[in-house]
Nanobody, 114 residues
């Protein structure tokens, strides 16, 4: 079955950087649009970034534009989110998502705090 497994979350100081990874299995990874979402308890889940199939077109939430970069390595069935210049407002559980389904990973926690 379809599985999405995130990794790379953790505690980072404001201004720091972190790279999240998501490994997909159970489907032909290169054929699917992929996205990152994030959620803070008590708030709605927010679309952070999306990337198309092999052409690699990307979109970003205004709150992360210029700081985050979504990318993919189809040969490794892996989605990435490079997060730079992090702020406490970026603290959330980050989820890998395949819109066709949709299918969700279990999430990885990112905490930005001094």
């Amino acid at each position: 079955q379809v599985q999405l497994v995130e990794s790379g979350g953790g505690l980072v100081q404001p201004g720091g950087s972190l790279r999240l990874s998501c490994v997909g299995s159970g489907f032909t990874f290169r054929n699917f649009h992929m996205s990152w979402y994030r959620q803070v308890p008590g708030k709605e889940r927010e679309l952070v970034a999306s990337i198309s199939t092999f052409l690699g077109s990307t979109t970003y939430a205004d709150s992360v534009k210029g700081r985050f970069t979504i990318s993919r390595d189809n040969s490794k069935n892996t989605l990435f989110l490079q997060m730079n210049n992090l702020t406490p407002d970026d603290t959330a559980v980050y989820y890998c998502m395949r819109p066709s389904g949709p299918y969700w990973g279990k999430g990885t926690l990112v905490t930005v705090s001094s």
